[in-house]
């Protein structure tokens, strides 16, 4: 059994700053990619960011220059450093991460993180 467990949302005013955690737990060999994605209400979810396990980074252009991924192999654990905050980050944001060998995607319960203007 594999969890992923995200942390680190909230409420906070445009502008601003939040940090999110992600840490994947239980039989885990390897973990490929890991990434973050977002669903704002009525909207289909989205990539925000991804790193492999080899750091190379891939970001939606929305959030280029705002938000940076980072990652932890050996603590399976990967964040999101959020600046610069707008309204429309407002969303629900989900951990995935990709095992290896299998490709098995395993999905977080998701953060809320709430941009006020």
């Known amino acids: 059994q594999v969890q992923v467990v995200e942390s680190g949302g909230g409420l906070v005013q445009a502008g601003g700053s939040l940090r999110l955690s992600c840490t994947a737990s239980?039989?885990?060999?390897?973990?490929?990619?890991m990434g973050w994605y977002r669903q704002a209400p009525g909207k289909q979810r989205e990539l925000v960011a991804t790193?492999?396990?080899?750091?190379?980074?891939n970001y939606a252009d929305s959030v280029k220059g705002r938000f940076t991924i980072s990652r932890d192999n050996n603590k399976n654990t990967v964040w999101l450093q959020m600046n610069s905050l707008k309204p429309e980050d407002t969303a629900v944001y989900y951990c995935?991460?990709?095992?290896?060998?299998?490709?098995?995607?395993?999905w977080g319960q998701g953060t809320q993180v709430t941009v006020s203007s």
């Open positions: 790193i492999t396990s080899g750091r190379s980074t």
């Open positions: 239980g039989s885990i060999f390897s973990i490929n990619a």
């Open positions: 995935n991460a990709v095992l290896w060998p299998g490709s098995r995607s395993i």
